[in-house]
């Protein structure tokens, strides 16, 4: 026989198709670094990074019935399918990233046990008007289809698709080291997974889970950073963000975990197609029609991510602007003015309320209102209808029991009354 024994397939694993899925996936992460440089996603950022998990989700699962249609009428290598496999791991990886902000936006909490104890609680029809319930159940699906597809691979890895004479040479790359597809502890522990990503929900929480392992790293950094804090007798820092330091860390690990994820299957399949170059008979590298489709699709995930960063970054540099001018003109008023705007800020009326959360705010309140006028100013741009507008209530009054959690309980009586306010006289 031989060596030479795997029929090519460049439709799966050409240079093409591999580049497309690498470059969307990647670049992804663009948006979602951004939005998170501010401490917190609002539902404009949230929305953006669904449709972008969206355009990707929908490339993969085209891949995954491309896979079964193959395997079941003109047959499929083990060697094509585990790559196939990989890249359905790397698709994977942003749109649980977004999951998982779109369910803690909604106030269930990131923690896994906390998590499951309190997904039930949560506002499902606030999912599926802003909809994010769309995605999540198209992520769901598409690893319901990784797990059905792993699982009818690795249970009949002997006897899988049409050459499987080539199977006892075909070899699988995992964190650099080479294995045989027809390695037990390999196959058992590739059904175990498999098994678990093939029922839906269960495969989402899988990664939840694994998610909150990840950041349980973060979290013993936090617990030191809080002993320093305490040994020094540090004043606490309740005043520089509606985030903790704990609530970003969760997210930054999150992102973290998503993006090393990635980063180690692309390696892995990129590792185990040249270890595998002599198996693969010639014809691999040829630039077919698929290929070429699948690089035609990168352009619209690439025109989302580049409209995305380009609002995102023009938004900031005009909110600092703005900011800045703000910031100035109140210096140059007289002692006099100021100290009635110092007097304005304590009253409980509503209107010095919504001034103070539009700018009007100085000293140590700075930080804060700028970051709740952030919002508002966000969704005034976008001209933002009535339904739209219980979506601005609802990222305020997150932000309240975020900033009520962490303590500052004043801060938080202060976007309450900015809800009130903006949301005409109807309290969030």
């Known amino acids: ?69 193959q395997a079941a009428t003109f047959g499929l290598s083990v060697y094509h399918a585990l790559i196939v496999l990989n890249l359905s791991w790397i698709n994977n990886m942003n749109a649980v990233v977004y999951c998982l902000l779109a369910v803690e936006s909604e106030g269930a909490p990131i923690g896994a046990l906390d998590f499951l104890r309190e997904v039930f609680r949560m506002d499902i029809r606030g999912l599926i008007d802003s909809g994010a319930a769309a995605v999540i159940g198209l992520a769901t699906l598409h690893l319901s289809a990784m797990g059905a597809l792993g699982l009818w691979v690795w249970s009949k890895v002997d006897e899988f698709g049409d050459q499987p004479q080539c199977t006892p040479y075909t070899l699988y790359v995992l964190f650099g080291r080479s294995f045989s597809a027809t390695d037990k502890p390999l196959r058992i522990g590739s059904l175990v997974l498999y098994s678990i990503t093939a029922f839906p929900l269960v495969n989402l929480f899988f990664f939840f889970f694994l998610g909150w392992a990840f950041s349980a790293i973060s979290s013993f950094v936090v617990f030191l950073y809080d002993q320093v804090d305490d040994y020094l007798n540090l004043p606490p820092n309740i005043g520089t963000s509606l985030f903790n330091i704990s609530e970003r860390m969760q997210y ?22 040249r270890r595998s170059a002599d198996l693969v008979q010639e014809g691999e590298s040829q630039w077919t029609f698929g290929q070429t489709l699948a ?70 309140n700075d930080t804060f209102s700028s970051d709740v006028g952030k919002v508002l100013e966000r969704w005034e741009e976008r001209c933002i209808g009535e339904e739209e507008w219980v979506d601005v209530m609802r990222s305020l009054r997150r932000r309240r029991a975020k900033v009520e959690a962490g303590g500052n309980t004043e801060q938080g009586k202060d976007i309450e009354a900015s809800g009130e306010v903006l949301d005409n006289g109807t309290p969030v």
């Open 1 to 69: 026989m031989s060596l030479a024994c795997i029929a090519p397939n460049p439709d799966i694993a050409g240079i093409g198709v591999r580049v497309s899925i690498y470059a969307q996936n990647l670049l992804a992460f663009i948006p979602s670094i951004l939005f998170l440089a501010d401490n917190d996603i609002d539902p404009i950022e949230l929305e953006s990074m669904g449709a972008i998990s969206t355009s990707i989700l929908v490339t993969a699962c085209a891949l995954l019935i491309s896979a079964f249609i």
């Open 252 to 273: 930054y690990s999150m992102l973290a975990f998503s993006l090393i994820a990635q980063v180690l299957f692309i390696a892995d399949t990129e590792l185990m197609i």
């Open 295 to 364: 690089m035609l699709l990168l352009v619209l995930p690439l025109v989302d991510v580049v409209k995305e960063t380009w609002e995102w970054v023009e938004f900031e540099v005009s909110f600092r602007k703005k900011q800045q001018e703000k910031k100035e003109a109140k210096d140059k008023e007289p002692e006099a003015t100021a100290e009635v705007t110092h007097v304005t800020q304590g009253t409980e009326d509503a209107t010095s309320a919504n001034q103070s959360h539009l700018g009007a705010r100085n000293g140590e």
